[in-house]
């Protein structure tokens, strides 16, 4: 792995951390007027990265390191029979790729997404700027993926192609249709999707032990972890 070189990193003050109730965080950040390209992208995910509309960051934190950078090797995946089952039940859904452009049913569903399941967190209340500046980004690959029963819009997934995978950016979908385990389902489309285009690599965030919200990442097996810069199998159980 080589990083870019010349590209400068700024690490934010001390703030409140998002996963960790009592925790302190620091983010360290590329620089955001140097010219990125997806191909940086891909290098800087490489260590861990991420990116958040046009800001590439990682946790950078003093004395914790419970933020973990994950990843799915899609050819070893193997979907329990839970997720087989949702599968399943999803097998009427229709999905189309789309660019990644504004489109106001997509901003709608997201907008209730975040109201009905994250009123508590950082992204409440949602606006459009807010969604804008958080999903797209002027230098990535970046598609929507849209899922459909019927005309009904019922999730859309916002995924970036890199070199040798696909980063689960983010996914909002219908609350209302609980049953259907969407969130799951679009994990696993993705990692299909990944198997389809020959992309041996799902990246699926930070996992955090103690957030309960990160949990669902540990269904998808087996899982790798990025430590001490190194990417080695996550235990389960």
Not at 167 to 188: H, I, M, N, P, Q
Request: proline share 5%; with cysteine; hydrophobic share 35%.
């Amino acid at each position: 792995m080589t990083a870019p070189s010349g590209l400068k990193f700024f690490s934010t003050p001390p703030h409140s951390c998002s996963y960790l109730d009592d925790e302190q965080a620091i983010t360290l950040f590329a620089d955001p007027e140097a010219a990125i390209t997806n191909t940086t992208y891909h290098q800087l995910s490489m260590y861990g990265f991420r990116r958040s509309g046009n800001y590439i960051y990682k946790p950078q934190c003093a004395t914790c390191h419970a933020c973990l950078s994950v990843r799915v090797p899609v050819s070893a995946f193997q979907a329990s029979r839970q997720q087989r089952r949702v599968w399943k039940n999803n097998k009427d859904l229709i999905v189309r790729k789309v660019p990644a452009t504004y489109v106001q049913s997509h901003y709608d569903l997201y907008a209730k997404y975040i109201c009905l399941r994250h009123a508590d967190g950082d992204m409440y209340p949602p606006s459009v700027a807010q969604y804008v500046s958080f999903l797209f980004a002027d230098w990535s690959e970046t598609w929507l993926y849209e899922f459909y029963s019927g005309d009904r819009l019922l999730a859309v997934a916002v995924c970036d192609v890199l070199k040798n995978g696909l980063s689960a950016v983010y996914t909002f979908y219908d609350a209302d249709e609980e049953k259907r385990s969407l969130g799951t389902y679009a994990v696993l489309w993705q990692i299909a999707e990944a198997k389809k285009l020959n992309l041996p690599y799902v990246y699926l965030g930070y996992w955090v032990e103690k957030s309960r919200k990160m949990t669902y990442k540990t269904n998808f097996q087996p899982l790798e972890a990025l430590v001490n810069q190194q990417w080695q199998p996550l235990p389960h159980g």
